[in-house]
Nanobody
Framework: QVQLVESGGGLLQAGGSLRLSCAAS????????MAWFRQAPGKEREFVAA????????NYADSVKGRFTISRDNAKNTVYLQMNSLKPEDTAVYYC???????????????????WGQGTQVTVSS
């Protein structure tokens, strides 16, 4: 069992930066690929970024490529999402996800992700 707790969300103006954190508790965090998804009001949840268990490979949605960076610290059981040049369309609830069997590529399209966090709100004003 893995518990995921996101933090770092908030309200900020367009062009600003924010770093989200996802702290994992439970066993063998380093065995899990990790990802961030988001869901805006009235929209379906969408993939944002993923990182392999080792941190060596990453994958990004086209909409955030070049602006967002996913990273992980296996010693701290934490995954991060650094978000720069934020836009109003980035406004959403951001969710952390973990899966032992997926890769950073396959997490983008998986329907069977093992664990989800409760989400943290990010609001970007224009």
């Amino acid at each position: 069992q893995v518990q995921l707790v996101e933090s770092g969300g908030g309200l900020l103006q367009a062009g600003g930066s924010l770093r989200l954190s996802c702290a994992a508790s439970g066993r063998a965090f380093s065995d899990y690929a990790m990802a961030w998804f988001r869901q805006a009001p009235g929209k379906e949840r969408e993939f944002v970024a993923a990182i392999s268990w080792s941190g060596r490979t990453t994958n990004y949605a086209d909409s955030v490529k070049g602006r967002f960076t996913i990273s992980r610290d296996n010693a701290k059981n934490t995954v991060y999402l650094q978000m720069n040049s934020l836009k109003p369309e980035d406004t959403a609830v951001y969710y952390c996800a973990a899966d032992r069997g997926e890769t950073s590529q396959s997490m983008a399209v998986s329907n069977t992700i093992d664990y989800w966090g409760q989400g943290t709100q990010v609001t970007v004003s224009s």
